[in-house]
């Protein structure tokens, strides 16, 4: 068990798993690069699916019970895919401005309301990475000159 | 420090960082502390694939500076924290004599000239 945001949460369990007819499970664990551990829990079903509507779920020790993480953080859970993405996305940056700028971003994406917003500024991130890293290494390279 | 073009997209951002309002009216607290990136992503209408870049441009000029929110204020409104943008003392004072150029330059009229038929200008 780890902890997170003050709630316990591991694997979802042996019964919550026949229940949903998954099968396999596949855990992937991101730091993203903020030194921030995030858990992104995916179950797959038989034919190798994924069980799309459940989500990301955390155990809570008090109630005894698998909630959905919409219950602690709303945002956090419509948020993950695009999260993910600009994870990857990251990658394309310089490292000395990686964190920050996934942080930045990431806080943004927490702030638009709606599935669609989220997609339109994840789309823009991406659209605009090739710039902004032009930017940041046409100054790099001026400054190791 | 090569000095960033003056693009619509550069006069747009700059007057709103400079606290400008469409009214003419000014809003100091934007010239004192600033705006987050998603609030000046609403209010210049850029995508923020256009902003950033440019954000990042005016930065290398020295035009504006950027800070991160301090975690009191973001973890009151149990959110992250955010990142603001504001323009520099040296960024605020050019970006006002060249957006002045700017409009004076626009309400200025062309100094074309027109030939007259007669071979003369009108």
Known sequence: MEAHDGIEWSLIGESELQRLGAIPI???????????????????????????????????????????VEDYAPAAANNSRSRRSLCYASRFIPTCERADWLEEQQAYLLD???????????????LGLPRLVLVIRSELRKESA | MKEPRMTEHTQTVLRILLGRLNDGERDPAVLQHGLYGLELTRRSGLPNGTLFPLLERLRKAGWIERYWESDDISEQAGR???????????????????????????????????????????
Do not use: H, M
């Open chain 1, 112 to 126: 638009l309301p709606t599935r669609w917003s989220r997609a339109r500024w994840l789309i823009s991130a991406i």
């Open chain 1, 26 to 68: 596949l855990v992937s664990v991101s730091t993203c690069g903020t030194g921030q551990t995030e858990p992104f829990l995916e179950l797959l079903n038989s034919d190798g699916g994924s069980v799309a509507d459940f989500g990301l779920r955390l155990w809570d020790d008090k109630t005894g019970t698998w909630n959905p």
């Open chain 2, 80 to 122: 992250p924290r955010r990142r603001f943008y504001k323009l520099t003392s040296k960024g605020a004072e050019l970006a006002a004599i060249e957006l002045a150029k700017i409009s004076a330059g626009a309400s200025k009229p062309l100094g074309f000239t027109r030939p007259a038929p007669d071979g003369g200008d009108v």
